[in-house]
Structure formats: structure tokens, C-alpha cells
């Protein structure tokens, strides 16, 4: 069984991947030291598949486990919905003493995050991503959040878990497309620290419609793994990314968060998203960083691969995406933090884009191919 262990002094955890990990979700907890009352927060799509594992497997080890759902979908953070679950964990008898256990994609992750950063004033929680993208790069790192109109992830805290407990048999019951978009957080790990995993990642494009191999199945817990502890490094060196490196992460986001604002969440899921902004950054590293038209080339090869989109829809405006992306957080004091890649797996943080570079690499993703 692949363990991770990210080391932040008192903050430090483990990030267990097995698969069958949902059915020891228990023990795992009460290695940590959690106590009795835990809240465990779900979504529609994830309670009906998962919920009553995960409470079996807490009570069977002596935990008093409450159940809260909230809606599926990008929609449900925001801070309304905090305030809600936050009343409902005081209504479960969660106080201090308590703790939150997270079920379920990014979203969730997410929200469930923010809300144990709050709730009197900080407990507890562990992540249980169920998710591709969750599992490869949302449920580490400690940042939680939920949306304003102004923007995406704009009001929230960094709260790390107490553990991350990963069970890749859950990515199972997913959808291509949700498959996809997952892997495309898995591409951008290759595309800046690991340009070896990048033809593993191609080839599982040729699964996805049919679903994956058995032999895949058994990988599974050693791709996750690799990626967690690339993104677990990463945090190690810049927790709360005041020194330029935790930025890294951010490759493909800035315009990709841009695009993914513009339209009604959902619209576009978050790693379609990303694919589009990673092909901008490319765009980019090519004219700014001496990125090799042959390696870009072979990310982009990778993402159409996943079927994930490349060339961006004509009925999203460029100058609202260009709005989206200067409220983002990737912005300092106005100023532009945009990570280009000299070669794959060698990125750094430029300062030397423009508002007219990234006018210029959007264009781009207008054209074919």
C-alpha cells in the first residue's frame, strides 16, 4: 500500500492510497487521534455509493458518526451553504472535541474543508476524495474554500487535514468526462515535475470510453501516489505559497480559472478548464521560455488524448475570461504570477507576462490545432 507523508512540523499527515481504503476509513481515522463525534460531508452523487461504508466503518471502531448532505455540483460553494452545515454540525453535537470527515470530489473537499476551518473556530477533519482530481491534487495541500460571485476559491483558509485516505476503486463509477478532466491536474503534475509519467497518462486516453484495465486497476494506487507526493513535496517547500515555488501548482490555472469563471459553474468542468489554460501556457512558454514546440506539442498530444478541450468555445468572451482571470488569485498588488515551462518538467514563475501576452495566448486557443 502506497503511503505519502507530508511533513509540516505539528501539521504533518499521512496520505494513505489503497484501493478498498473506503472500508478502513475507521482505523485510519483513529490513528490520528480523533475523537468520538464526527461529522462526515457528502454530496447527492457521492452519498448513495459511499455514505454507509464510510459510517459502518467509523462506528465500527467505536466513532459516533453524523451524516450531512449537501447538493452536487460547484453550485453548493459558497458561503450560504457553510453557514448552513456549520449550524447543522452545532445541531450534531460537534464542538471542539469534534471533527469533519470530507466525502467526495473537489467540491466537497473544498467546502467540507472551510467549514472545519470555521467551525469553532478550527477542528479537525480528513479528506476521502473520491474524485480523480481530488485524489491527485485537491484533497493535499490544506487549502479550502468556497466561491463569490467575484470569483472561484476567493473567501477561505489554509486548514490542513489530518489525514487524506484515497481508495482509487471509487474512481470506478465515474464518467469519462469526469475521468478526464480529473487526469488533466495528473498532466500538469508531469508537465512540471515529472515529464516520464506523461506517456502513462497518454495511454490511458485509449481506456477511458471502455473503462480501465485490470492491470490499470492495480496501478491505480501507484499513480495516485506519484502524483500526491509530487504535489506533497511542493507544499512541504511552500505551505502557504508566500515563496514562489507552491505557485508551481498553478500552471494552466490562471488563464484556466479565467475561462472556467466566465461561464455558469459547472458549465465547463474544472480540469476542461485547466486543459485550455495549460495549452495558453504552452502557448506561451514557446514565445517567452524556450519551450520546444516538440514537448508542448507532446502535452497537447497527452490532454487530446484524455479527450479533453484544446480550442476554446466561440461563445466565451475573451475580454470577460481576460476579467475573470485578474480577480484571481494568482495576481499580486495587480501584478501577474503566470508559471511557464522552460522544458518539461523544469517550470518556474514568470513576471514578465502581459495583459496583452495573455490577450495574445487566449486568441490562440481560438484557433485549430
Known amino acids: 500500500m502506497p503511503t505519502v507523508s507530508l511533513s509540516l512540523d505539528k501539521r504533518s499527515y499521512h496520505i494513505y492510497v489503497e484501493n478498498g481504503a473506503l472500508d478502513l476509513v475507521g482505523n485510519y481515522a483513529r490513528r490520528t487521534g480523533l475523537k468520538d463525534k464526527i461529522a462526515v460531508i ?7 455509493l459511499y455514505a454507509e461504508r464510510v459510517l459502518t466503518s467509523l462506528k465500527d471502531v467505536g466513532f459516533s458518526p453524523s451524516l450531512h448532505i449537501v447538493d452536487a455540483g460547484e453550485g453548493s460553494k459558497n458561503m450560504l451553504q457553510a453557514q448552513q452545515l456549520c449550524s447543522e454540525l452545532a445541531q450534531a453535537g460537534i464542538d471542539r ?115 480501465f484495465s485490470v492491470k490499470t486497476i492495480q496501478n491505480l494506487p501507484r499513480l495516485i501516489a506519484q502524483n500526491v507526493a509530487i504535489k506533497a513535496h511542493i507544499v512541504e517547500a511552500d505551505e502557504k505559497e508566500t515563496l514562489g515555488v507552491r505557485a508551481l501548482l498553478n500552471f494552466g490555472h490562471t488563464i484556466g480559472h479565467g475561462i472556467e469563471a466566465a461561464v455558469p459553474y459547472g458549465t465547463i468542468y474544472h480540469g476542461e478548464a485547466i486543459s ?15 519551450l520546444s514546440v516538440h514537448s508542448a506539442n507532446f502535452i497537447l498530444q497527452t490532454l487530446d488524448a484524455l479527450g479533453l478541450p484544446l ?59
Open 42 to 48: 457528502t454530496d447527492t452523487n457521492v452519498a448513495p
Open 97 to 211: 472535541s469534534g471533527s469533519v470527515a470530507a466525502l467526495g470530489g473537489g467540491v466537497v473537499g473544498d467546502l467540507a474543508g472551510f467549514v472545519a476551518s470555521i467551525h469553532y473556530r478550527g477542528i479537525p477533519f480528513i479528506q476521502i476524495p473520491t474524485t480523480i482530481v481530488a485524489q491527485v491534487d485537491s484533497s493535499v495541500g490544506g487549502k479550502t474554500a468556497v466561491n463569490i460571485p467575484e470569483g472561484k476559491n476567493l473567501v477561505g483558509a489554509f486548514h490542513q487535514p489530518k489525514a487524506v485516505i484515497i481508495d482509487p476503486l471509487t474512481l470506478l463509477t465515474l464518467d469519462r468526462r469526469t475521468l478526464a478532466e480529473g487526469l488533466a491536474e495528473a498532466v500538469k503534475h508531469a508537465a512540471i515535475k515529472d515529464a516520464a509519467m506523461l506517456p502513462e497518462l497518454k495511454a490511458l486516453g485509449d481506456e477511458l470510453p471502455l473503462g
Open 276 to 290: 485550455l489554460g495549460m495549452r495558453a501556457a504552452l502557448y506561451l512558454s514557446i514565445k517567452k521560455a524556450g
Open 311 to 369: 480550442i476554446l468555445d466561440e461563445n466565451i468572451d475573451t475580454e470577460t475570461v481576460l476579467k475573470k482571470t485578474a480577480s484571481d488569485k494568482k495576481f499580486q498588488a495587480g501584478n501577474i504570477r503566470f508559471v511557464l515551462l522552460k522544458e518539461v518538467g523544469n517550470a518556474f514563475v514568470s513576471a514578465d507576462i502581459t495583459k496583452d501576452d495573455m490577450l495574445e495566448a487566449i486568441q490562440e486557443l481560438r484557433r485549430p490545432l
